[in-house]
DNA sequence: GTCAGTGCAAAGCTTTTGCAGCGCG
DNA sequence: CGCGCTGCAAAAGCTTTGCACTGAC
């Protein structure tokens, strides 16, 4: 989904996934093709069965592995909650966001707020560790829940 | 650890676990004690794992019943880390922390932040959701694996 | 032609559930 | 002395690993 000057997401994703002496077969090609056309979350299941009707089934482990690469690659995003992991495609160094997750209906509501990354930018500082990432994951009810 | 005017953590936790029609056993007793007296957060399973060779061994399967009346009750907190559910205690209303995780050698910094908290509350008007608890985890090198 | 990538199936982990018996209140 | 709590073991998920085979370069 997201776009930079030099190309699209998918390209770079497929750029990350044959550096070296890597091979992009038809299960990353896939993976990475349904990631670039998705806005919010998936889990590497719901990937695996995506892809299951369509021209090439990819098995569950080819889609870890894909996740994994891209992942070290900075190209996907890791968000644990309630216990499972969800992918997310994100441009490295490009506009970045956080989650609320209702706990009522479990919707995933993005979001992004500059004074929180500030507040954490300030804070790396502060402790003496190098940040290379963070995670914030706000639970609550979602607008459409907290009215009934 | 934490204490407050009224009482001890532990005591807190006691009268969550003994509210209503519920009885406090020896394994929600042990977990209690083990949890106050330690400072940093346990997997399940080094619970268990702790509490065998003492006066009481303890199922695995108590554990994860007590923590989840204790993270019911808002007296333990819930913290996901590479994809493992990490406890620890908390006093309501009290103070509250997060924590920094370093990817080097996987030990884990608690601190507390006032302008994120401050961030945190702010988005929660400019988002329309009801903010009931919110986890920040921080990713990076800690001092001493940033040095090698 | 070589060797990385792939799907399947089995294994590994963490967490949950079922159950007979114990023991708190 | 009833009913909730407990430990054990089995089950249920999610994720990783092993392996023979395919297919990219």
Redesign the pocket.
């Given at each position: 989904m997201p776009e930079t000057a030099e190309g699209s997401w998918a390209q770079l994703a497929l750029d990350a996934?044959?550096s070296g002496?890597?091979?992009?077969?038809?299960?990353?090609?896939?993976?990475i093709e349904l990631l670039a056309g998705e806005r919010c979350c998936l889990?590497?299941?719901d990937i695996a069965d995506r892809?299951r009707g369509t021209e090439?089934?990819?098995?569950?482990?080819?889609?870890?592995?894909?996740?994994?690469?891209l992942s070290a690659a900075g190209l996907v995003q890791r968000v644990?909650v309630g216990?499972?992991?969800?992918y997310e495609a994100v441009v490295p160094g490009g506009e970045h966001h956080h989650h609320a997750v209702c706990e009522r209906c479990g919707s995933l509501t993005p979001f992004e707020d500059p004074a929180l990354e500030r507040a954490i930018d300030g804070l790396a500082d502060r402790l003496g560790v190098r940040v290379q990432a963070h995670d914030v994951l706000i639970r609550g009810e979602c607008s459409g829940c907290a009215g009934s």
């Open positions: 996934v044959t002496d890597r091979r992009a077969g038809a299960a990353r090609r896939a993976v889990g590497a299941q892809l090439h089934t990819v098995g569950v482990a080819s889609v870890y592995r894909t996740l994994d690469l644990y216990g499972r992991a969800l």
